[in-house]
């Protein structure tokens, strides 16, 4: 069959170029819609925030009449990365009217700040919106629809990823993802702070029939990169520099291990977890290299233990699966391993272990924030702060050998970590992070107020990754550094 017409849509593009190979755009002036000079290319600009804006909404409505006009000799052809569900966002009809869009943003707000993940936040806006939950395929039918699909979900949901706008699913009634929004909603105690119209909405909703999509659309999704991706890449980087059998490695004889590549949860408490993990691998391999067979039995079984004790913590912070979680006994080989090559290794070498997960933890926003102080904080500093106050506490009646490097960097792989966009993540180290009854109290106050950049930047501790946009989105990269330096062991 001969294409009559070939429509390219990119949610999101980014000012450097498009992943179709468009030129990139040669205008300023963010938040105003503007065309490609002698192109028929439109542009349309969100804002820094990551939150849908009357820009978006025009160009969402461009989108959708688009897609409206399209027929069965047409080919859509989607770009979908992370953003789209902010970018892509077109208020559902009601009442012969639009669902207001600060009605949509004030819903989404009190729905992450309630602790909610992706899943949980994108099945509530998909119910609220037009073109999310395959709506973009159905507006394009009876049109061929092919998307590339760059994932920020874990385990790579299309449904999920920017919502799903070309994701149908047949089984599931209009009706049944309404009632899941509201399950949501009251899950979280939010459904009476809703605004009264989104409410009407979806209890109109909840009393319509369960009839199904009649609609077949003819679409092709293929999910071309993802968290994994972005992980082995690191872990790559990691080999080159420092691997064990590498001969030019220069003294550096660092072994990287990627956990899980669905890592979630509350980042208080994994950042908690992981401070634990890479304290108890370095006394581990300390052991290790001080060769005392009764000692290094009694550790190795400690350490056995609490490793395990870890792993199966951070176990639950995965998915229901958990099935990319390194083993224990993985960790313990790859200490040996570490300790034998710095055994033979000269003065001043140093090694250790590189974990690397991936994913994308949660941060619980107290309800009650005093509104005249400024809270700056995102879920990688977040995460970051706890992990340094947990190894300040770690180190409270215990000698902190200087042989020991541990550090930890949280970034957000889109270079934005929190909607304040102060950073695009952080970089703490167990030694001067927190190092002070002082700062370790301040350190545990601004945790509870979800101000982390603002304790780092008051403190000038930690290394703050600048806020600048990468122009892509796999969720958030956590690399922990167990090392040691053999200079100190002789």
Same mark, same amino acid.
């Given at each position: 069959?001969?294409?009559?017409?070939?429509? *390219?849509?990119?949610?999101?593009?980014?000012?450097?170029?498009? /992943?179709?190979?468009? %030129? %990139?755009?040669?205008?300023? #002036?963010? #938040?105003?819609?503007?065309?490609?000079?002698? @192109?028929?290319?439109?542009?349309?600009?969100?804002?820094?925030?990551?939150?849908?804006?009357?820009? =978006? $909404?025009?160009?969402?409505?461009?989108?959708?009449?688009?897609?409206?006009?399209?027929?069965?000799?047409?080919?859509?052809?989607? *770009?979908?990365?992370? #953003?789209?569900?902010?970018?892509?966002?077109?208020?559902?009809?009601?009442?012969?009217?639009?669902?207001?869009?600060?009605?949509?943003?004030?819903?989404? /707000?009190?729905?992450?700040? *309630?602790?909610?993940?992706?899943?949980?936040?994108?099945?509530?806006?998909?119910?609220?919106?037009?073109?999310?939950? #395959?709506?973009?395929?159905? *507006?394009?039918?009876?049109?061929?629809? $092919?998307?590339?699909?760059?994932?920020?979900?874990?385990?790579?949901?299309?449904?999920?990823?920017?919502?799903?706008?070309?994701?149908?699913?047949? @089984?599931?009634?209009?009706?049944? !993802?309404?009632?899941?929004?509201?399950?949501?909603?009251?899950?979280?105690?939010?459904?009476?702070?809703? %605004?009264?119209?989104?409410?009407?909405?979806?209890?109109?909703?909840?009393?319509?029939?369960?009839? !199904?999509?009649?609609?077949?659309?003819?679409?092709?999704?293929? =999910?071309?990169?993802?968290?994994?991706?972005?992980?082995?890449?690191?872990?790559?980087?990691?080999?080159?520099?420092?691997?064990?059998?590498?001969?030019?490695?220069?003294?550096?004889?660092?072994?990287?291990?990627?956990?899980?590549?669905?890592?979630?949860?509350?980042?208080?408490?994994?950042?908690?977890?992981?401070?634990?993990?890479?304290?108890?691998?370095?006394?581990?391999?300390?052991?290790?290299?001080?060769?005392?067979?009764?000692?290094?039995?009694?550790?190795?079984? !400690?350490?056995?233990?609490? +490793?395990?004790? +870890?792993? &199966?913590?951070?176990?639950?912070? &995965?998915?229901?699966?958990?099935?990319?979680?390194?083993?224990?006994?993985?960790?313990?080989? &790859?200490?040996?391993?570490?300790?034998?090559? +710095?055994?033979?290794?000269?003065?001043?070498a140093y090694g250790g272990i590189v974990f690397l997960l991936g994913g994308e933890a949660t941060v619980v926003v107290p309800h009650k924030i005093?509104?005249?102080?400024?809270?700056?904080?995102?879920?990688?500093?977040?995460?970051?702060?706890? &992990?340094?106050?947990?190894?300040?506490? +770690?180190?409270?009646?215990?000698?902190?050998?200087?042989?020991?490097?541990?550090?930890l960097l949280a970034g957000a792989s889109d270079g934005l970590d929190g909607p304040a966009a102060r950073g695009g993540g952080m970089w703490v180290?167990?030694?001067?992070?927190?190092?002070?009854?002082?700062?370790?109290?301040?350190?545990?106050?601004?945790?509870?107020?979800?101000?982390?950049?603002?304790?780092?930047?008051?403190?000038?501790?930690?290394?703050?990754?600048?806020?600048?946009?990468?122009?892509?989105?796999?969720?958030?990269?956590?690399?922990?550094?167990?090392? =040691?330096?053999?200079?100190?062991?002789?």
């Amino acid at each position: 069959m001969w294409l009559s017409r070939i429509y *390219a849509l990119e949610i999101p593009t980014d000012a450097h170029g498009s /992943k179709f190979g468009l %030129p %990139p755009a040669q205008l300023m #002036g963010i #938040g105003e819609s503007s065309f490609l000079r002698n @192109s028929r290319v439109k542009l349309f600009f969100g804002d820094r925030s990551n939150l849908p804006n009357q820009e =978006v $909404v025009k160009g969402s409505e461009l989108a959708y009449q688009t897609a409206l006009s399209l027929t069965v000799d047409d080919l859509l052809l989607v *770009a979908l990365t992370g #953003g789209g569900s902010a970018l892509l966002t077109l208020p559902k009809q009601f009442h012969n009217d639009r669902l207001t869009l600060d009605d949509l943003v004030h819903t989404t /707000k009190l729905v992450s700040s *309630a602790g909610a993940d992706i899943q949980q936040l994108n099945a509530v806006r998909s119910c609220l919106d037009e073109l999310k939950a #395959g709506g973009l395929a159905l *507006a394009a039918y009876p049109a061929q629809v $092919v998307t590339l699909i760059v994932s920020d979900v874990i385990g790579d949901p299309i449904q999920y990823i920017a919502s799903g706008p070309t994701f149908i699913e047949a @089984s599931t009634t209009q009706s049944q !993802r309404v009632q899941r929004c509201v399950e949501i909603l009251r899950h979280y105690d939010v459904w009476d702070k809703v %605004p009264e119209k989104i409410r009407e909405y979806l209890e109109s909703e909840l009393s319509e029939s369960n009839s !199904r999509e009649t609609r077949h659309p003819r679409v092709t999704n293929l =999910v071309i990169g993802n968290n994994m991706v972005a992980l082995n890449s690191a872990a790559k980087s990691v080999e080159t520099e420092t691997l064990i059998s590498n001969s030019e490695s220069q003294g550096r004889y660092v072994l990287p291990i990627i956990l899980t590549n669905e890592f979630c949860g509350d980042a208080t408490e994994n950042g908690r977890l992981l401070a634990e993990l890479l304290w108890y691998t370095a006394r581990y391999i300390l052991k290790l290299l001080e060769n005392d067979s009764h000692s290094l039995a009694v550790e190795a079984g !400690r350490s056995d233990e609490k +490793l395990q004790e +870890l792993l &199966a913590q951070l176990a639950k912070t &995965a998915t229901a699966s958990g099935n990319n979680l390194a083993q224990t006994s993985l960790i313990l080989n &790859a200490c040996l391993q570490v300790a034998s090559a +710095l055994a033979k290794a000269p003065k001043n070498a140093y090694g250790g272990i590189v974990f690397l997960l991936g994913g994308e933890a949660t941060v619980v926003v107290p309800h009650k924030i005093n509104s005249n102080t400024s809270v700056e904080g995102g879920r990688c500093s977040h995460l970051a702060l706890s &992990a340094a106050i947990r190894w300040f506490e +770690l180190m409270q009646g215990c000698e902190s050998p200087t042989s020991v490097d541990i550090g930890l960097l949280a970034g957000a792989s889109d270079g934005l970590d929190g909607p304040a966009a102060r950073g695009g993540g952080m970089w703490v180290s167990a030694s001067d992070t927190v190092c002070t009854e002082n700062t370790y109290r301040e350190a545990k106050e601004e945790l509870r107020r979800c101000n982390s950049y603002g304790f780092f930047r008051k403190n000038h501790t930690g290394t703050t990754l600048p806020a600048r946009l990468t122009n892509t989105n796999v969720m958030d990269l956590l690399i922990g550094a167990s090392l =040691v330096q053999k200079c100190h062991l002789l």
